[in-house]
């Protein structure tokens, strides 16, 4: 590997000289294989993908470059942090929204010790589920429970043929009717933050 300084790797990506792309995506394809080692999900194929994916990443992110670190170190990151999106994305990729939503209330979490705070509990989510069954939308419920199920928004986008600014107001209108839901049956924010310990 050419020894560069951060500055070389910046004028010189920026100029697409094709040594130096090259170079990029190998120093990528080293990182990524580090720290994707012993996930099952990161075959040489995820690799190879990532890698490119990465590497244009990259190249497009020249100029937020800020110099705070080694500029390879700086591109590891952020095709790590594409492998990692990646691999998020396609967790969520099989998993049936309606699926999802039609277990919601069957799913509740473990019950809490007895006690005032498990009572306290209980009614906070047997309001939730009422809001969410009554007061919502059926897209609003859709989004957010699949939200609350930890799917992440652009794969519920995806699911929905929405886009991501789309989702994002659906999910912030479906909290919002769920936070008036709540304050309807009078249980606040404080209840509600006081009943889970948050």
Sequence with gaps: MTARTNEDWVRLLGGADEAAVAELREVLSRGLRRALAGRAAADDG???DVTQDGVLKVLGGLATFRGDSRFTTWAVTVAVRVAFTELRRARWRDVSLDRLVEDAPARHPPAPPEGPSRDARQAVLAAMHRVIGTA????????????????????IAVQMGLTRNAIYKLTHDARQGLKRGLEAAGIDGDEVRAAFDL
């Design 136 to 155: 919502l939308t059926d897209r609003q419920r859709r989004a957010l429970v699949a939200e609350f199920k930890g799917m992440p928004q652009a794969e």
């Design 46 to 48: 995820f690799i190879e």
